[in-house]
Nanobody, 124 residues
Framework: QVQLVESGGGLVQAGGSLRLSCAAS????????MAWFRQAPGKEREFVGG????????SYADFVKGRFTISRDNAKNIVYLQMNSLKPEETAVYYC?????????????????WGQGTQVTVSS
């Protein structure tokens, strides 16, 4: 069992940056692949990026490549999402997710554990 708690959301101007954190509790955090998803009002939850359990492999959605970076600190049980050059259309609730497999997946159904989400609002 893994419990996930996101933090770091807030209001930022277009072009600005935010760093989200996802603190995990439970056993064997280092063996879980972690990912970030987001859900805007009226839209489906979508994959943003993920990081494999070793931290050596990451995968990103095309729309964030070069702007967002995922990292993890297995000693602290934390996963980060650094977001740069934010756009107003990226306003959404951002969720952290975990799966007990070694490969990053992009479907919500591939993840077993979810946080409660953190709101990110990008003003124009």
């Amino acid at each position: 069992q893994v419990q996930l708690v996101e933090s770091g959301g807030g209001l930022v101007q277009a072009g600005g940056s935010l760093r989200l954190s996802c603190a995990a509790s439970g056993r064997s955090f280092s063996s879980y692949t972690m990912a970030w998803f987001r859900q805007a009002p009226g839209k489906e939850r979508e994959f943003v990026g993920g990081i494999a359990w070793t931290g050596s492999r990451t995968s990103y959605a095309d729309f964030v490549k070069g702007r967002f970076t995922i990292s993890r600190d297995n000693a602290k049980n934390i996963v980060y999402l650094q977001m740069n050059s934010l756009k107003p259309e990226e306003t959404a609730v951002y969720y952290c997710a975990a799966r007990p497999w070694r490969i990053v997946a992009v479907a919500t159904t591939d993840y077993n554990y979810w946080g409660q989400g953190t709101q990110v609002t990008v003003s124009s």
